[in-house]
C-alpha cells in the first residue's frame, strides 16, 4: 500500500505565498517522478509542475517564474512553493506519484487534494 498525503494549503491574499508539501509512505522501492496537478470549479484537472527523479522540472506556463516543485528523495517528499499567487490559482491541488512498489509493480498514486484559495 501505497499513500501521498498533502499539506499546506490554505487562504491567502493575491501576492502571498504558500508551500504546499506531499509524502509518499508504504511499500515503496523508488519514486520516478512526482507533481502537483490542480482542478479549479467547473474545470478539468491540469499539471502544475513535475520533477523527475533525476531532478529534472517542468511547469506549465501560466505558472513559471513564481512556483517552484522540489523533492526531498530522503523523505519521499515533494514541495511546490507559490509565490505571487493570484485568484486564477484557486483550485484544489493534487500530488501524483509514480512510484515502483516492494513487489516491483510501477503504479499512478493520487493524493486526497488540498484547497488553496487566492483572495483578497
Known amino acids: 500500500q501505497v499513500q501521498l498525503v498533502e499539506s499546506g494549503g490554505g487562504l491567502v491574499q493575491p501576492g502571498g505565498s504558500l508551500r504546499l508539501s506531499c509524502a509518499a509512505s508504504?511499500?515503496?522501492?523508488?519514486?520516478?517522478?512526482m507533481a502537483w496537478y490542480r482542478q479549479a470549479p467547473g474545470k478539468q484537472r491540469e499539471l502544475v509542475a513535475g520533477i523527475h527523479s533525476g531532478g529534472s522540472t517542468n511547469y506549465r506556463d501560466s505558472v513559471k517564474g513564481r512556483f517552484t516543485i522540489s523533492s526531498d528523495n530522503a523523505k519521499n517528499t515533494v514541495y511546490l512553493q507559490m509565490n505571487s499567487l493570484k485568484p486564477e490559482d484557486t483550485a484544489v491541488y493534487y500530488c501524483n506519484a509514480e512510484i515502483r512498489a516492494l513487489a516491483g509493480l510501477v503504479s499512478d498514486y493520487w493524493g486526497k487534494g488540498i484547497l488553496v484559495t487566492v483572495s483578497s
Open positions: 508504504g511499500s515503496i522501492f523508488s519514486i520516478n517522478a
